[in-house]
């Protein structure tokens, strides 16, 4: 039987396969990578019905698939949100100017909350999402935290196990609430003033909780650090970790934020740019003091060396070609991800003979400890880090370029009393 021309257009995994009765029959087969990530969108069998499979491939199969690889934020907001519901607020949020200020990891973590809420299932079936923001309460608001706070887990032998999951329930609180805050600002005639996510008194830790304590490294951890970097062939690694302890900047701002063109440029050639893309602050430090001498000499001896490699762009970047390109690529990737550097991180952590539960953050916080344990005010602390909030440190103080060549130099200071102390302690063991 004569074999009539299969439909020029398809789905996506879509393909079809010719049959002896002369029709075609319809196959979803989800890409081979997929199938090796443990996606759960099976290859099925569509029928010979081109409408049918078409229709089924474009409203159940290929949404499960893009929820599973999105690990469902596409499921967040509906291709048309009903006006007036908390979708729409969503949709409002994402496509004002606010959202476009917010860095990329902040971003995600918004997205991943506001998908939380809006796909939690109400008793009436109904999704959190699709409710009418004028039906929204306080206590509505509430009730959903509270169902969200708790998630039902089964342990290997079957049984459930309820666990508690704060931080992942705050942080969709405080997405909600800031939606509803810009919302309420872009469209204030149909977004209510009372935003029922504010002032809800959220815990960071559960009732008799222990304080999670952030690992932090000691100066001779660095040291250990950097030493075990540079014999892996991890330079830049090791580099940025003193530059962290330093400078007190964030990973994502060190692999991601500091260019070449930051450091040292022609018209101002005795200072560094530093930048804190969190919090939208910029500002000029600087690397000598009234005397001229260096206030950073080793950072600075390296940072110079990599300068004269490097033309332009991202400072800190792979110590090891990659097989696409010619050029060594960045740490960070252009997802803003850090996943690969971490494991890098971890595997220098544990050559150098180190605690496993340091990390690259530990050596920010290392020198935070430094500066606090060389009598740092809170001015000279707030003029490194760039604090704004009161949260932070205790008092507000104006940032200036005396209190920066100050509080370096108390922490040079510290660093050789304490060495210093190490020696004249070895040298009464040996008497």
């Not at 998908?115 to 039906?135: E, Y």
Request: net charge positive; hydrophobic share 40%.
């Amino acid at each position: 039987m004569k074999l009539t021309q299969a439909p020029s257009k398809l789905p996506r995994y879509c393909r079809p396969k010719p049959l002896k009765t002369g029709r075609w029959a319809y196959f979803f087969e989800p890409p081979t990578w997929a199938r090796k990530q443990g996606c759960h969108v099976k290859a099925e069998a569509l029928g010979d019905d081109y409408a049918a499979a078409v229709d089924r491939t474009e409203n159940v199969l290929l949404p499960a698939f893009d929820s599973w690889r999105s690990r469902g934020l596409t499921d967040m907001v509906p291709a048309s949100p009903t006006p007036g519901s908390f979708d729409w607020l969503v949709s409002i949020f994402r496509a004002h100017q606010k959202w476009k200020e917010v860095d990329h990891k902040t971003q995600r973590l918004y997205e991943q909350g506001l998908a939380l809420f809006a796909n939690h299932q109400l008793k009436d079936g109904s999704r959190a999402g699709s409710k009418q923001l004028s039906d929204f309460t306080k206590a509505f608001v509430d009730a959903v935290y509270a169902k969200l706070l708790v998630v039902e887990d089964e342990d290997a032998e079957g049984n459930v196990v309820k666990r508690e999951r704060r931080r992942f329930a705050n942080a969709a609180m405080t997405a909600c609430r800031r939606a509803w805050f810009v919302g309420q600002r872009a469209q204030e005639t149909k977004v209510p003033a009372i935003n029922p996510f504010s002032r809800m008194g959220l815990k960071a830790r559960a009732p008799g909780q222990a304080a999670r304590q952030t690992p932090t490294a000691t100066w001779d951890e660095l040291v250990a650090f950097r030493a075990a970097a540079k014999q892996l062939g991890y330079g830049s690694v090791g580099t940025a970790a003193l530059l962290t302890w330093e400078w007190l900047q964030r990973e994502e701002h060190v692999f991601g934020a500091f260019e070449i063109s930051h450091y040292r440029p022609k018209e101002r050639p005795n200072s560094v740019k530093i930048v804190h893309p969190k919090n939208g602050e910029e500002a000029w430090w600087p690397l000598f003091d009234e005397t001229g001498e260096p206030l950073f000499p080793e950072l600075m001896a390296e940072l110079d060396a990599i300068k004269e490699a490097i033309v332009s762009g991202l400072v800190f970047r792979r110590d090891h070609e990659h097989r696409r390109s010619r050029t060594p690529l960045p740490w960070i990737t252009e997802r803003k991800d850090l996943r690969y550097l971490r494991s890098i991180v971890k595997k220098i952590v544990a050559a150098a003979g180190l605690r496993g539960e340091l990390s690259f953050t530990s050596f920010r916080h290392g020198g935070f400890t430094e500066g606090a344990d060389s009598d740092l005010t809170d001015a000279e602390l707030r003029a490194a880090a760039r604090h704004r909030s009161t949260r932070q440190l205790p008092t507000y103080a104006k940032r200036t370029r005396k209190q920066l060549i100050s509080g370096s130099k108390k922490r040079r200071d510290e660093r050789t009393r304490a060495a210093l102390v190490i020696c004249w302690n070895n040298v009464q063991s040996l008497d």
